[in-house]
């Protein structure tokens, strides 16, 4: 009796402070840029109950990630002031904070930034500041289908190795029947086939660049690693895979199409729901592969919501941040949608809730995949870089852009893969040479 009279006192004191809040910004509309993954696409059905409680309406620009990537960099080096609220990452939030181009958040106590994952909230901050809300975090780990490799007669362990992946996907690769051995990014750019081929030569020995700077794309542990992702993708992956990242292959492995996928954790609160995938029931999860070493196996990123410094309407924009990388919109998203399909890998209080426990049976998984994520010591040998999937320069946009376009390239037969690592080299040693690294 006594909590229910208290929560009507809570609901109270919410309502007269949203509506005060509500008469102080109405007619206040926040242009949001954002990536069309799912829980984004959920938090745009979900954000009429934010305008009805706030007053505030919302425009979304939602692109495809590549492209979002490209608009809101440009806006935000030239002031450009499209977009009140950004959707950005690791990689922007701590180098846009440094610049100055996002606004510093501060959160009420309500908020607890406490309770986000000490991982996420360093990932996404710059000597101490936060610069952007994590929405969600994720790391990479590997989905396959048990039923194929029990039928096949493999166990694939739990913390596997390349040479463990590749027998179990030639097991289960049956493309008569429709079902590729696996489905893993090819599609260029530095944030999707260059992401996840990183976290491979990562384990294969390579870094981006040595201890001076210079890009180290043409050596021998990159070479191997790239033999290795293209003969893979050649003999077990589906066609067309250079046009294939996060959701075309979340379309493939929810249709049953893939053997096994290497790829964000997040992926697996939608290839383990039955009402998106035909083959949910059957979905394991495994930690990723390592090779020569475990380090930078895994990656570590987060989706997150930032204010550029030139928007006119930071204080509807940081109500906006509250509300929506909030535990309670985590809370409504689960009551709303079912536990199993929360945004995850931001906050604690997530993992302890036994309605999420009971309803994931990847959170695990997910969970040791993020914990073992260190951007600060992911490669084999030393490096001045920060950053398990990209190095934390401004130069590294283009450099791993241009990289992931000959990755396509060798990928889809056009060139070989020493002419594509070549042809990467020289476009990293000329970036960081007029960037004067050397």
Known sequence: MKVK??????????????????????????????????????????????????????????????????????????????????TIGMYEAPIWGEKGWL????????????????????????????????????????????????????????????????????????????VYGTCLRGKPGWGDNAAFITTIANTFGARWFDENW????????WNAAINFYVDLMTKYGPPGSTANSFNEILALMNEGKCGSWVDATIAASFVSDPAQSK?????????????????????????????????????????????????????????????????????????????????????????DAINSANPYDSTFEKTPYTGVQFAAIPEFQAIGTAAGQQFAAALAGEKSVEEALAAAQAYADREMRKARYY
């Open 214 to 221: 210079k890009p180290q794309l043409d050596s021998a542990e």
């Open 5 to 86: 009279m208290l929560s009507a006192a809570v609901a109270g004191a919410v309502m007269l402070s949203t509506q005060a809040f509500a008469g102080s910004h109405g007619g206040t509309e926040l242009v949001i840029a954002t990536v069309n993954n799912g829980h984004m696409i959920e938090m745009q059905k979900l954000t009429p109950k934010f305008e009805e409680e706030t007053g505030i309406k919302v425009k979304w620009v939602t692109l495809e990630e590549g492209v979002l990537r490209q608009r809101v960099t440009t806006d935000i080096a030239t002031k450009g002031g499209q977009f009140d609220i950004m």
């Open 279 to 367: 083959v949910a029931d059957s979905i394991a999860y495994a930690q990723a592969p390592v090779q020569k070493t475990k380090r930078g196996a895994n990656w570590l990123w987060a989706w997150a919501l930032g204010i550029p410094a030139s928007s006119e309407k930071k204080d509807a924009a940081m109500k906006f941040l509250e509300w929506s990388t909030s535990a309670d919109y985590i809370n409504l998203v689960g009551e709303t949608n079912g536990w199993g399909r929360v945004p995850t890998g931001t906050r604690a209080s997530t993992y302890a809730n036994e309605k999420f426990q009971a309803a994931a049976n990847f959170a695990s998984a997910e969970m």
């Open 103 to 178: 606004e510093p958040l501060n959160f009420s106590a309500e908020y607890n930034v406490d309770d986000i994952l000490p991982a996420m909230r360093g990932g996404l901050s710059h000597e101490g500041n936060l610069y952007a809300a994590p929405f969600y975090g994720e790391s990479s780990m590997v989905m396959y289908r048990k039923d194929l490799t029990d039928a096949a007669g493999i166990t694939l362990p739990y913390n596997p190795t390349w040479a463990d992946m590749e027998q179990a996907i030639a097991a289960m690769h049956d493309p008569e029947n429709g």
